[in-house]
């Protein structure tokens, strides 16, 4: 059973942007975090944006000023706007949600931003 899914990975420019979602599943209704990891190749999965059910994001600080998350607790989804992409974004980006002390993932889409 699928709980996390995700959409808008692609391919994009240095300086683009691209919107990623992630829709949890009603087995998980209002996680009470939501978020996104990212991994490199080669490199370990790293945090890269968490937000609270009352909608209080937080971020790393590679992204800060350029992402932006934010999430529809009415379509239980969680989104991040990318902007200003480098290519040291390119990474295969991650959903997560906590829901009773349960950590859920999504299947991964990859972002790959070219120079």
């Known amino acids: 059973q699928v709980q996390l899914v995700e959409s808008g990975g692609g391919l994009v420019q240095t300086g683009g942007s691209l919107r990623l979602s992630c829709a949890a599943s009603?087995?998980?209704?209002?996680?009470?975090?939501m978020g996104w990891y990212r991994q490199a190749p080669g490199k370990q999965r790293e945090l890269v944006s968490l937000?609270?059910?009352?909608?209080?994001?937080t971020y790393a600080d590679s992204v800060k000023g350029r992402f932006t998350c934010f999430r529809d607790n009415a379509q239980n989804t969680v989104y991040l706007q990318m902007d200003s992409l480098e290519p040291e974004d390119t990474a295969v980006y991650y959903c997560?949600?906590?829901?009773?002390?349960?950590?859920?993932w999504g299947q991964g889409t990859q972002v790959t931003v070219s120079a």
């Open positions: 997560y949600a906590l829901k009773y002390g349960i950590h859920y």
């Open positions: 009603r087995s998980i209704l209002s996680p009470d975090n």
């Open positions: 937000i609270t059910r009352s909608g209080t994001p």
